[in-house]
């Protein structure tokens, strides 16, 4: 029984990376699927002092504790990842308990450029690093001009974006299944 968690790096509604992020998890078929929502305050240690912790940091730390593994669609901004989504990981570093410890973790990008994201996905990487989870290597999925590939119904309609998804999400589900054995 896989439980996914998406976290898409974009805030906007119609996001090309939230469009992704649900052809990934179509793709994926997992029995359990939650949305992680990262819109919390700018970390701020006076504010984290004064009030604690923000519930909404806990609740995605606990859902990322909870799932067997979490796909990030991460748009690029300024040839790195969004603010939104390192502030989330930040928030998250202040706590006493690291969700992200072997956790299979599967990024993928949409983005304007001809890179697709490449940026920010490497940008992301660098930012995952410290808590260690076991982010999957190769089979990159990264949708250039996502304006082109997508459909007015959101779904994604470029082929060789969708082969890179498939062959992403297959190889994705191979490694969810070898860390989170048949209980």
């Not at 896989?2 to 939230?18: D, H, P, W």
């Not at 240690?45 to 995605?60: A, H, K, N, Y």
């Not at 089979?139 to 304006?147: D, F, Q």
Request: aromatic letters at 8%; glycine letters at 10%.
């Amino acid at each position: 029984m896989a439980k996914i968690l998406g976290i898409c790096g974009s805030l906007r509604r119609g996001s090309y990376n939230l469009m992704l992020l649900q052809e990934a998890i179509r793709e994926f078929a997992p029995d359990l699927y939650g949305m992680g929502d990262i819109r919390f305050p700018l970390y701020d240690g006076d504010l984290e002092d004064e009030e604690g912790i923000p519930e909404g940091v806990q609740t995605l730390a606990d859902w990322i504790s909870k799932a067997d593994a979490v796909i990030i669609a991460t748009p690029e901004y300024n040839k790195s990842l969004p603010g939104g989504l390192k502030n989330a990981l930040d928030w998250i570093s202040r706590l006493p308990e690291n969700p992200w410890t072997d956790k299979p973790v599967s990024i993928i990008s949409a983005a304007a450029g001809r890179g697709g994201g490449d940026r920010s996905q490497f940008a992301l990487r660098l930012a995952l690093a410290p808590f260690g989870p076991l982010v999957m290597n190769g089979r990159e999925v990264l949708v250039s001009n996502p304006a082109d590939c997508f459909d007015e119904d959101g779904y994604l309609t470029d082929e060789r974006a969708r082969r890179a998804l498939t062959t992403h999400v297959a190889a994705f589900r191979d490694l969810v299944a070898a860390c989170n054995p048949v209980r």
